[in-house]
T-cell receptor, first 114, second 117 residues
Framework: ETGVTQSPTHLIKTRGQQVTLRCSSQSGHNTVSWYQQALGQGPQFIFQ???????GRGNFPPRFSGLQFPNYSSELDVNALELDDSALYLC?????????????FGPGTRLTVL | AQSVTQLDSQVPVFEEAPVELRCNYSSSVSVYLFWYVQYPNQGLQLLLK??????LVESINGFEAEFNKSQTSFHLRKPSVHISDTAEYFC???????????????FGKGTKLSVIP
């Protein structure tokens, strides 16, 4: 069973640019959640996708958006980047969207906004 | 709204000594509780979780945590730590009765455990 992978590992962008981060879930996992982890903080929930539809969202503006594909891959898109968007972005996959479904995390993408 | 407080940002401890990492949560509803561990340059890994039943839960590598509803705590303990336990530990909570068919984990800020040889 393969784990959760993310790409790229590191990324540097400038303010105002757009970025796409990618995640490959474990096979059979139809739910993916995205988290933002700022330096020195715990991860914060951005949103969750279940069977290719958004299925819950945290306190993040609409410029954070996502896609989930049938092949267990997903994307997090951030438009109009701001300096405060600099963080580690984590995706987590699970069999389903229930509280009892364990989330398996990828290693993250480190985004730096200059 | 839920919140998680991890009272210690860093905990140094000598090898083979016991350790306790503290976690308190605030929630207006019933919750599920989790501990995740993050080794350097790696993603979060689930260490243990409390869903229901016995309030004492154990992991395969010797950690245990006890759910205390009256004190709204879920402290993590290990009787004897090893060098390999050096990592950052995150306590997390989810709403047991979200009803929306989705759930989000609310994390604490983490506790860095450093095991000293």
């Amino acid at each position: 069973e393969t784990g959760v992978t993310q790409s790229p590992t590191h990324l540097i962008k400038t303010r105002g640019q757009q970025v796409t981060l990618r995640c490959s879930s474990q096979s059979g996992h139809n739910t993916v959640s995205w988290y933002q982890q700022a330096l020195g903080q715990g991860p914060q929930f951005i949103f969750q996708y279940y069977r290719e539809e958004e299925n819950g969202r945290g306190n993040f503006p609409p410029r954070f958006s996502g896609l989930q594909f049938p092949n267990y891959s997903s994307e997090l898109d951030v438009n109009a980047l701001e300096l405060d968007d600099s963080a580690l972005y984590l995706c987590a996959s699970s069999l389903g969207p229930l509280d009892t479904d364990t989330q398996y995390f990828g290693p993250g993408t480190r985004l730096t906004v200059l | 709204a839920q919140s998680v407080t991890q009272l210690d940002s860093q905990v140094p401890v000598f090898e083979e000594a016991p350790v306790e990492l503290r976690c308190n949560y605030s929630s207006s509803v019933s919750v599920y509780l989790f501990w995740y561990v993050q080794y350097p340059n790696q993603g979060l890994q689930l260490l243990l979780k409390y869903l229901s039943g016995s309030t004492l839960v154990e992991s395969i590598n010797g950690f245990e945590a006890e759910f205390n509803k009256s004190q709204t705590s879920f402290h993590l303990r290990k009787p004897s730590v090893h060098i390999s336990d050096t990592a950052e530990y995150f306590c997390a909570v989810s709403d047991r009765d979200s009803g929306a068919g989705s759930y989000q984990l609310t994390f604490g800020k983490g506790t860095k455990l450093s095991v000293i040889p």
